[in-house]
């Protein structure tokens, strides 16, 4: 089973002292149940399904006990299939560990990793820090394929945040022998940016919107950027369909939006030919002129941070630590209900 897990920025949750208002919103995050769940099961309530009670009830509850499939199945009501099926989410988490049943050392049961929560998460975050050291890898290789050189100095510009962080952290298999644009699918697909494909196809892939957003648009002029009208014009889509692939770049922490600085002439005056003539009646003290009149705003321009995706993972990077720190308080603090 390959681990996966989501990063997401935000506070740790220690403030809480009923076990569902940490439990669940911390099972939000990591992806384990994500944000709208449907159980599909006819319960009420997400804390009723089976995923939330196998690891809120059975392992959390009972962290001494080795259960077996069916144990699991009866307990909760469910099927065996459906019972693996969340397990092997908790084991793409590397929360859960294998041990012989006490009735038939021959059979396989499963519980939290050494009965402690705590003590299991060192596994989840050994597998967060090889699984990003290998997106260094590949993020390296993609820029050394784009070949663009630093350009030294840049323009002042006003910078803004771009989302809220998010980050699909897998340890998926990168093809490293073959060419940078074959990584660069791979990585993608991996970080959730082409999720809309539903499975990675190679060809179509390099085909895809978010794809050449990315990687003809912003890796290739890195410079100034581009602006929402350049580049639903180059890619011969919507306003709001370039949005929503810059957004999900903004979730990884690589955009950077920006406004460039307008030179200060001072206002613009409007000739006579250009003023309204007065009509009867009207004041002879001139109307106040609108300081920027003929001029249009400048425009928000879009690039990736720092015009290089290698510098731009350094923010990613710094995010994700950030984000596996607070996880790591919060499992403490979910810890310490099992041992009240």
Known sequence: MA???????????????ELHNVALPFLNMIGYMPVGYDPRTGVETVMESVPYRLFTECFMGQLDKIWSVGELA??????????????????????????SLEADISRKGYHIRYHD?????RFTEVNIDL??????????????????KDTGAEPKRELKAEGDFALRVTNCKFSYGEKWD??????????????????LDQKKARATIPYKLLMDCLLRRPEMGWTMDELSSHLETTKPTVYRYLRKLG????????????????????TAEERPSKTKGQSERPAAEPAAFGKAPPKRHFRIRRGNLSKAWNATEWYAKAAVKSYRRTVEHLASFSKH
């Open 182 to 199: 074959t990584l660069a699918s791979e990585f993608l697909y991996a970080v959730d940016y082409l999720s809309d494909m539903g499975t």
């Open 3 to 17: 681990f996966d897990i989501v990063l997401v920025s935000g506070p740790s949750i220690t403030g809480e002292e």
């Open 251 to 270: 979730r990884l922490g690589v955009l950077e939006k920006s406004v460039p600085e307008v030179p200060d002439e001072g206002p613009a005056v409007r």
């Open 117 to 121: 929560l705590s003590q299991a998460w």
């Open 74 to 99: 009866r307990t909760l009501k469910t099927s065996i299939p459906t019972v693996y099926r969340h397990l092997d989410k908790l084991s793409a988490l590397d929360l859960v560990g294998q041990s």
């Open 131 to 148: 699984s990003l050291e290998a997106y260094r890898a590949v993020v390296d290789a993609i820029q050394a394929g784009i070949a663009k």
